[in-house]
């Protein structure tokens, strides 16, 4: 499967702890993009990627949340200290941009985080 | 402030009739605009994009959808439903100056064709 992968799948945690989700883009992107959805939401921006720097970050994304693309490959996003309010799903996303060229996103399955 | 709305929570529909998912923007400038599908457990797929051009855009599973600038909408259409097509939909704009390409979306309308 070439698309976009993302581990775990599902991540039960107390408050508290430190979680760390992973992201595989599709190979030859060279953007990645981080999204929350809550129940009964649409997705929301967190922060996005143009190969390993990072060039944007939401008000969303408290200090207590980093991301790294280290190589410009994979991604991970980290949660410090969670709060119950942190339970989403954490969807990532790449693409390919280039000259302007406006090509849609594709979407991973998702990470199911619930904080109790 | 950019926003998308999706006034309907949910559609109901009969399989083999038309379909219609409603869907306006608030965007400075000319939009891109694009619809996704999310199942259960699954991520979002992508159906279709506007960028320019045509008004009428074709995507995956027949679905198309029309580009209406005076309305500042961009409704999501099937002519003949699928008890397949049931699942959540998301329209999406994202901002034409903002080099970032983040997607901005709505809050989702969920489709239920009915056999």
């Known amino acids: 499967d070439t698309g976009v992968s993302q581990d775990p799948r599902h991540k039960i945690t107390k408050r508290g702890q430190n979680v760390t989700f992973r992201c595989d883009p599709i190979s030859e992107h060279n953007r990645l993009y981080w999204y929350r959805q809550t129940l009964g939401q649409g997705p929301e921006f967190l922060t996005y990627?143009?190969?390993?720097?990072?060039?944007?970050k939401s008000r969303l994304l408290s200090d207590r949340f980093s991301a790294e693309r280290p190589k410009g490959s994979f991604s991970t996003l980290e949660i410090q200290r969670t709060e119950q309010g942190d339970s989403a799903m954490y969807l990532c996303?790449?693409?390919?941009?280039?000259?302007?060229?406006?090509?849609?996103?594709?979407f991973g399955p998702g990470t199911r985080l619930t904080v109790l | 402030a950019q926003s998308v709305a999706q006034p309907e929570d949910q559609v109901n529909v009969a399989e083999g009739n038309p379909l219609t998912v409603k869907c306006t923007y608030s965007v400075s400038g000319n939009p891109y605009l694009f619809w996704y599908v999310q199942y259960p457990n699954r991520g979002l797929q992508f159906l279709l994009k506007?960028?320019?051009?045509?008004?009428l855009v074709k995507g995956s599973y027949g679905f198309e959808a029309e580009f209406n600038k005076s309305q500042t909408s961009f409704h999501l259409k099937k002519p003949s439903a699928l008890v397949s097509d049931s699942a959540l939909y998301f329209c999406?704009?994202?901002?034409?100056?903002?080099?970032?390409?983040?997607?901005?979306f709505g809050s989702g309308t969920r489709l239920l064709v009915r056999p």
């Open positions: 990627f143009q190969n390993e720097a990072q060039l944007e």
């Open positions: 996303a790449s693409s390919w941009t280039s000259g302007g060229r406006h090509n849609e996103q594709f």
């Open positions: 999406a704009v994202r901002v034409p100056m903002d080099s970032s390409y983040k997607l901005i």
């Open positions: 506007y960028i320019t051009g045509d008004n």
